[in-house]
């Protein structure tokens, strides 16, 4: 069916289908260097899940940029289905963030326990994923029971239109508090390793600075989306109106989820390395991985 959208939205569906493109080949890079490259560390792994749920959410722009540019639409119930996978990657997103703050806080205040974890690195990670596909599957459930049934009601598919009316605001109202629990983790973990003095946590402080860096972009981005998101819920406005607003709000989120291939290479010198094997075969030489499992130390 094709139909006129409103004038604000070829523009932002330009920019999320530039998203959309960025976003797959730079964490397909990430995935691809774990893959490649084996680095074998759970802290890696749930880096590479993270990665791949980010590559999931943005691939789902493609669709909504395909109906915005040529009219084209589908019904509410169609489109949950188009966007299953975007949406799941979407809901996985900050409770990957969250599991490996909790990672980074064990491998801090813990490090003997963290270590007898690393003798057990699959069942470690495993255990550590269990919350975010739980959380996301209690998401994805809710938004197909709220399903519209009425396939007149004709929309452009995007990730807020999928999950509609409840699922949607849950969605928002958990991640916001998994934001909140993430900021906790992380400013406790920089209280843990400021108060002590000996070399290993002087070391251990510069791995932190790193992590912090990008754990705190990623975050301000799903913060604003969350925080304008839970406003719209709360104030008076047309049906077409707060659609715009949910819409233009992911504009942060999606800016953080692009840069992933870009920050682990300027902080991480593993995937710096693995990342110039794969785009530059012929410019770098052999080279072994470093040993330590608390990675993001800046060369």
């Not at 604000?8 to 990430?30: R, T």
């Amino acid at each position: 069916m094709h139909r006129a959208y409103h004038p604000l939205l070829p523009p932002i569906a330009i920019f999320y289908l530039v998203c959309s493109f960025v976003g797959v080949v730079g964490n397909g890079i990430m995935i691809v260097a774990e893959l490649l490259r084996r680095l074998r560390s759970p802290c890696h792994y749930m880096i590479t899940m993270n990665c791949l749920a980010d590559l999931l959410h943005v691939s789902g722009h493609v669709v909504f940029a395909y109906h915005v540019l040529t009219g084209d639409s589908c019904s509410q119930k169609t489109c949950y289905f188009i966007q299953f996978l975007p949406c799941v990657g979407s809901c996985l997103g900050s409770p990957l963030i969250m599991v490996l703050g909790i990672d980074r806080m064990i491998c801090c205040r813990f490090p003997r326990q963290y270590r007898d974890c690393l003798n057990a690195p699959y069942r470690y990670t495993i255990a550590q994923m269990v919350f975010p596909f739980a959380f996301a599957s209690t998401l994805m459930y809710i938004a197909f029971i709220e399903r519209d049934p009425n396939s007149d009601n004709q929309i452009a598919c995007i990730i807020p239109m999928a999950m509609r009316n409840r699922a949607f605001e849950y969605f928002n109202y958990a991640g916001a508090f998994v934001n909140l629990t993430i900021i906790c983790l992380y400013s406790y973990t920089a209280y843990v390793l400021w108060c002590q003095e000996d070399h290993e946590n002087l070391k251990l402080r510069s791995v932190f600075k790193s992590i912090f860096a990008t754990m705190l972009f990623v975050m301000f981005g799903w913060a604003v989306t969350f925080i304008v998101n839970n406003v719209s819920f709360r104030i008076s406005l047309a049906t077409d109106v707060a659609g715009i607003v949910q819409i233009y709000a992911g504009i942060s989120v999606n800016l953080s989820l692009v840069c992933n291939v870009f920050i682990f290479y300027s902080i991480n010198s593993d995937y710096r390395k693995c990342i110039r094997r794969l785009v530059f075969t012929k410019f770098e030489p052999d080279f072994a991985l470093s040993e330590i499992p608390t990675i993001f130390v800046k060369n």
